[in-house]
């Protein structure tokens, strides 16, 4: 099991998640993909998980629960004057789950503290009931520093393990922050980045994500991506 949560909305946790899906699927690996909580979206229309089988090619995919305002799980069921979503329900469904499948991944709605009921239970929650790692999509720009230590901090304090770091959308072109951040990520996290998906990964076919993904992602999670090249070609040079 492993939960992709982020330091906050639009951070790239589904290309995340689907690259994770894909170069599991691709070594043979039974994969399933959960997503508790889907907000912004009306019913029939395409969520998250169709953009992890359009992307990955995986097909055992699992919404527990969907509410149309874009807002947190727990604020969208207020609106729509529905029960939340109960995320014991979900770690039961989940571990249900990771008894027949060798991979279960669970992608969190918006940033790790988000709220899912009016008792305040998170993904962080969720992550500690099934003892699962959280890997954590960031941005890469100016900000990227403080969002990515206060999620690390947070998870520590509520007793999630952190399975790493990966940029959601590295440009082409990256700016003097972004490139200053690879270093300062890697210390906050006191450990490598775990992956950098290239911006426009999301939009590209399944052979060529799962390519993409490859570079992208470190050993632990299937690919290839060495976070030292990367550091060593992207990292600013020192002041003369
Ligand atoms: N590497 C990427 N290449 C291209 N587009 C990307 C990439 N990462 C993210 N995007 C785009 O940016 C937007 C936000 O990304 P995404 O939906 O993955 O965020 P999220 O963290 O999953 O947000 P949510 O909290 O809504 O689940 C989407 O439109 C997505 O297609
Ligand atoms: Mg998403």
């Known amino acids: ?19 994770v899906a894909a170069l599991a699927a691709a070594r043979g690996a039974s994969v399933a993909v959960v997503k508790p909580g889907q907000t912004g979206v009306a019913p029939g229309e395409p969520g998250d998980l169709d953009d992890v089988r ?10 527990c629960a969907r509410f149309p305002d874009p807002l947190s799980p727990a604020a969208a069921a207020r609106r729509a004057g529905v029960p939340p979503l109960r995320l014991a329900d979900v770690a039961a ?4 789950l990771a008894e027949t499948r060798d991979l279960v991944l669970v992608e969190g709605a918006g940033g790790l503290l988000v709220r899912y009921d009016d008792e305040g239970a ?3 929650d969720l992550a500690r009931w099934l003892g699962a790692a959280a890997l954590v999509a960031v941005r890469p720009d100016l900000g990227t520093l403080n969002h990515t230590a206060l999620t690390l901090e ?15 959308r590295w440009p082409q072109e990256p700016d003097l ?19 950098a ?6 939009s590209l076919d399944p052979a060529e994500f799962l390519v993409a993904a490859h570079r992208s992602l470190a050993p632990a999670l299937g690919g290839s991506f060495d976070p030292a090249a990367f550091r060593d070609t992207y990292g600013p040079k020192e002041n003369p």
């Open 54 to 63: 359009r992307l990955a090619a995986v097909t055992d995919l699992h919404e």
């Open 154 to 168: 947070a998870m520590a304090h509520r007793g999630v393990q952190p399975a790493g770091l990966v940029i959601g």
């Open 197 to 202: 998906l290239p911006a426009g990964a999301g």
């Open 93 to 96: 469904r989940i571990r249900a």
């Open 122 to 124: 998170t993904i962080a």
């Open 177 to 195: 922050a972004m490139r200053s951040n690879i270093r300062d990520l890697e210390t906050i996290a006191a450990r490598p980045l775990a992956g």
């Open 1 to 19: 099991m492993l939960v992709v949560t982020g330091t906050c909305t639009g951070v790239g946790k589904t290309v995340v998640t689907a690259a």
